[in-house]
């Protein structure tokens, strides 16, 4: 389980580029802003995660 919160905050940053990727074929605003959201709670995860858990 540790392992999975480790790498919670990539996955999270992965789906953000997800979200970029699919902007190409649906151009929206609301992809745009779910991307970087998606990428700042990412970061954010991966940082405070990897603090906390040994």
């Known amino acids: 389980m540790n392992n ?3 790498y919670l905050g990539v996955i999270i940053v ?3 580029v997800a979200c970029l990727g699919a902007y ?3 151009p ?3 992809l745009l ?3 970087l ?3 700042f709670v990412g970061i954010l ?3 405070l995660i990897n ?4």
């Open 37 to 39: 959201v998606l990428e």
């Open 4 to 6: 999975f919160l480790k």
């Open 14 to 16: 992965l789906l953000g």
């Open 51 to 54: 603090r906390f858990v040994d």
């Open 28 to 30: 929206s605003n609301m």
């Open 45 to 47: 995860t991966f940082i």
């Open 33 to 35: 802003l779910g991307s």
């Open 24 to 26: 190409e074929a649906y």
